[in-house]
């Protein structure tokens, strides 16, 4: 299946030379409907939380960032609740280095970078695939059967044990379409 993974910054003439008629398909938090559901920070609603029985989030980014731990804050429950696509996340420059993801919003343990990705992330990312998104996913299936797709994301790393630099929920989206998930993820 010809799925591709591409930054959104690249211009159209650049994605045109590199993808000669390729369909576009913009997933990002910016994109337009029915697309950007594919986002992390749309809030589907109804995710559950990993590790945290009979809680749910509004959407996988405020997962990640409701169970971040930093050296000058713990975890922020409200994160679960955020409905719009911005104010979500929490930053370095504003609570100090992360110290881990913790296990849950009342667990003990907390997971290094590459395990909450691939035990709290992954998961969430997976759940709403299943349960939210699986038109859109058929629609990315069948696109892809019939020529190339391009899914635009800010970042393209696919790799879940390279932490220099962020996940790309496009890549992850192209392994679910292509039955490639990432090994050693969970279900949430």
Not at 84 to 103: D, E, F
Request: overall charge positive.
């Amino acid at each position: 299946m010809p799925i591709h993974v591409a930054s959104r910054r690249r211009t159209p003439a650049s994605l045109a030379a590199a993808f000669p008629g390729a369909e576009v398909v913009d997933v990002t938090s910016r994109a337009g409907e029915p697309w950007v559901r594919l986002s992390p920070f749309y809030p589907h609603g109804g995710i559950p939380v990993p590790y945290s029985e009979g809680v749910t989030s509004q959407s996988v980014e405020g997962i990640w960032q409701a169970l971040k731990v930093f050296e000058g804050a713990d975890v922020d429950p409200s994160k679960l609740a955020v409905t719009g696509m911005r104010g979500i996340k929490r930053t370095v420059r504003r609570y100090g280095p992360v110290l881990g993801h913790r296990t849950g919003l009342t667990g003990g343990e907390l997971l290094p970078y590459e395990t909450a990705r691939r035990l709290v992330y992954l998961p969430s990312y997976r759940w709403v695939l299943e349960h939210r998104a699986a038109d859109l996913v058929e629609r990315l299936r069948r696109a892809g059967g019939t020529g190339d797709v391009v899914l635009l994301d800010y970042t393209t790393n696919g790799d879940v044990a390279d932490p220099r630099t962020p996940l790309s929920h496009a890549a992850l989206l192209r392994a679910w379409t292509e039955g490639s998930w990432p090994a050693g993820a969970t279900s949430a």
